[in-house]
């Protein structure tokens, strides 16, 4: 039966704004992808992101081009091939998904053979800002049992003092977003142990991560920026001590299950992530972030409007996504 395909930009606008080292936005703008054989309906979205390289209109084009091979067959398989890695396959690459869950009558991890899935506990994101901010977005979200602090470097101790003073029964990680440098770890690494940080995400840029070779990493080390899909995880040895795992750098769900699994054999700790998108980017993650250390799955949260039906957070606790939504 034909499949046609129709990608749509949207924007969903961030409850207040988000700011990391590189900047500050107010909305969150996705692509949407759904498929339709005339019975059954497929979605899936993906973030596009500007340090990979990205636009919204970029991917639009990108997938917009594959409309007359998805009409003539190209099926989850061949899009491995067709495209590479990044934000345009993970939209049409879950779309697939859903659409074969949708026309089997089962959920995607029936299909993949998966134990069902459990409740998720969530980080909260803590955008940069100001120490006396941050320690007000703290105390706000001090009931959650996991913050995910962004940094900058300049300040970064007293905004994590700050954090602390908020919510000082929550577990702390750290995300510098390449931000750091080799002195400004080995500054601030010690001091953030006292504080109960417990890992930081990306302290250097990808481009000069080999300075974590040999580095005394007091505090664990987790790959973002360095980390794509499992081509990429053999030039992360001996540097990192986890791996971010985001659908929409590996390209989609097909790619983040291998990459998975291969982290986990290569001795890696999993922490699975998210650009800020909605529910529909959530869902796919959803399956890999069972057995995750970190589950970084809160982009929703951080919106002030979200999809309907949309994975209904309780707190931290992140249920099974409906089915009505995706999978």
Known sequence: MPVHMVVTPESFPIAGSFTISRGSKTEAKVVTVRLTDGVHMGQGECVPYARYGETVESVVEALSALVPEVGQGLDRAGLQNRLKP???????????????????????????????????????????????SMKAAAEKEAHRPLLKVKLGGEGDIERIRAVRA???????IVDANEGWSVDQYKALAPVFLDLGVTLVEQPFPASSDDALLGLDRVLPVCADESCHDTASLASLSGKYDAVNIKLDKTGGLTEALAMRDAAVEAGFGIMVGCMVGTSLAMAPAFLIGQGAAFV???????????????IAYDGAVMPLPPRGLWG
């Open 86 to 132: 990044g934000a345009a396959r993970n939209a049409l690459d879950c779309a697939f998904w859903d659409l074969e869950a949708k026309r089997a009558g089962k959920p995607v991890w029936q299909l993949l053979g998966l134990q069902e899935p459990k409740p998720l506990s969530v980080t909260y994101t803590l955008s940069l800002g100001s120490p006396e």
């Open 166 to 172: 908020g919510a000082p029964n929550a577990a702390i």
């Open 296 to 310: 970084d799955l809160d982009g929703p949260l951080l919106l002030a409007r979200d999809r309907e039906p949309a």
